[in-house]
């Protein structure tokens, strides 16, 4: 059963995983915002003093704003997005970003969303095929947002879709799937069994307060999770260094 986690790239520290989100101005707008982290900078910051292994961010915000976490934080470049302003019915994530611009920006992995059991999954299996191949030349890492959704998924986070989601990521050839948290230890389990040698990290969800949010990170990890990847979580925080220290207490090591 060996894995010494090399495929992780250098997003991964002793094979653990932590992320900051900032796609959501993409998937959701700016009601995810309020007047300070509206902001990328502000966000950018949290992600440059924060210690997290990764930053997740859409191409837009990877350009103008490369002075804020180039050399500070690993970047992790979105290439493909939506907005939540199209029915949830049809879903997909069309590229925008090409891993040839991705590395251009300097980039340690690739990231894209896959709605598993979308009519139109077949669209995001055949881009993401090819970013995976391109991947291997540059020697990157991919990360899966691995999300079931679509008229054809009646529960997007029961555990049998997520850990179906999970194994799609796998079976693609991701390094790392990052899906919503099911709710209980038991079922992640399932999930992080599903995937195999592909790190399962969890989405960090809608703001919770600090006791449940580290609750549930701790369950993540006990599920045998390789981390996080957190966006509202902790940049709607109103102390955002002070929780990443809590979270990075519990999931790196
Ligand atoms: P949060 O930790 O803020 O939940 O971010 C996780 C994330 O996967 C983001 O990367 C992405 O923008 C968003 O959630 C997608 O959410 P949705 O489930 O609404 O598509």
Redesign the pocket.
């Known amino acids: 059963m060996k894995d010494n986690n090399t495929h992780l790239g250098k997003i991964a520290r002793n094979g653990r995983v932590l992320v900051l989100?900032m796609?959501?101005g993409l998937?959701?707008g700016p009601r995810d915002f309020n007047s300070k982290n509206i902001d990328p900078e502000y966000v950018l910051d949290i992600a440059a003093k924060g210690g997290f292994t990764g930053l997740?961010i859409q191409k837009g915000i990877a350009r103008h704003y490369k002075e804020c976490y180039s050399g500070k934080v690993r970047l992790v470049l979105k290439l493909n997005g939506r907005t939540?302003m199209v029915p949830k019915d049809d879903c997909y994530s069309s590229q925008i970003a090409s891993v040839k611009e991705a590395v251009a920006l300097g980039v340690d992995a690739l990231g894209y969303t896959i709605y598993v059991g979308s009519p139109r999954e077949a669209e995001m299996f055949h881009d993401f095929g090819k970013i995976v191949a391109e991947a291997a030349d540059y020697g990157l890492p991919t990360v899966v947002?691995a999300?079931p959704r679509g008229k054809h998924v009646p529960e997007e986070k029961s555990v049998e879709m997520v850990s179906y989601s999970a194994r799609v990521a796998l079976e693609l050839g991701a390094d790392i799937v990052?899906v919503n948290y099911t709710g209980n230890v038991d079922g992640f389990k399932k999930v992080v069994a599903a995937a195999g040698r592909c790190k399962v990290i969890s989405?960090?969800?809608?703001k919770q307060s600090d006791a449940d949010f580290l609750a549930k990170v701790k369950e993540v990890m006990a599920a045998g999770g390789a981390g996080l990847?957190?966006?509202?979580?902790v940049w709607q925080n109103d102390n955002p260094i002070k929780i990443t220290e809590e979270i990075k207490k519990i999931v790196l090591k």
């Open positions: 989100a796609d959501q998937e959701h997740a939540n947002w999300y990052k989405a960090g969800g809608s990847a957190v966006g509202r979580n």
